[in-house]
């Protein structure tokens, strides 16, 4: 079975300071990896994805975030985050024969003025 | 651009009211799904359909039931609506593994049950 772990629920930051939102995933196949990210009221937008490939991925609003097969992990980052970014974003995993996806639940980034 | 939309964006019922809940994709995507969104808990899956009349259970299918009829549409169906569902839903669509890779979200329906 899937699971995907956010390991901080909320994540407090100043704006224009980098940010990092942690993913560890587990899954005894290959799997496809993604970051969305909610603004108040609304649904989710895909941030970033990683299906192969170079390991770095690059997505919307500067964000980025690593592939580590090794570590399980997908954590994204931004080197400077800016009042707009407030928002849940939320890690999801895909196997890549399966039609289902599984997500994490959750994290709550605050950028502070 | 990719759409799916949502019936409604805010929806007041009552306790034991049938309720419904439409969803609609113009990608022509063979998957569907209906999630509850609930603080701390995340995205949970209601059911999802593959195609045209088939479903299957996610992880908290009880008190909830769906409906594919045309391959664009994905219905949510709350038989007997209880305090307990109040929630925002979301409806997503994606094509088959090996096709395409990505999921697309409607807009969210926050349903409250009286």
């Known amino acids: 079975a899937q699971s995907v772990t956010q390991l901080d629920s909320q994540v407090p930051v100043f704006e224009e300071a980098p940010v990092e939102l942690r993913c560890n995933y587990s899954s005894s196949v290959s799997v496809y990896l993604f970051w969305y990210v909610q603004y108040p009221n609304q649904g989710l937008q895909l941030l970033l994805k990683?299906?192969?490939?170079?390991?770095l991925v690059k997505g919307i609003n500067g964000f980025e975030a690593e592939f580590n097969k090794s570590q399980t992990s997908f954590h994204l980052r931004k080197p400077s985050v800016h009042i707009s970014d407030t928002a849940e974003y939320f890690c999801a995993v895909r196997k890549n024969t399966g039609n289902q996806f599984y997500f994490g639940t959750g994290t709550s980034l605050t950028v502070i003025p | 651009d990719v759409k799916v939309t949502q019936s409604s964006r805010y929806l007041v019922k009552r306790t034991g009211e049938k309720v419904f809940l439409e969803c609609v994709q113009d990608?022509?995507?063979?998957?569907m799904f209906w999630y509850r969104q609930d603080p701390g808990l995340g995205l949970r899956l209601i059911y999802f359909s593959y195609d045209v009349k088939m479903k299957e259970k996610g992880d908290i299918p009880e008190g909830y039931s769906v409906s594919r009829e045309k391959k664009e549409r994905f219905s949510l169906i709350l038989e007997s609506a209880s305090t307990n569902q109040t929630s925002m839903y979301l409806c997503?669509?994606?094509?088959?593994?090996?096709?395409?890779?990505?999921?697309?979200f409607g807009p969210g329906t926050r349903l409250t049950v009286l």
């Open positions: 990608m022509d995507h063979e998957n």
């Open positions: 990683y299906l192969s490939g170079s390991t």
């Open positions: 997503a669509s994606s094509e088959l593994a090996g096709v395409g890779d990505t999921q697309y």
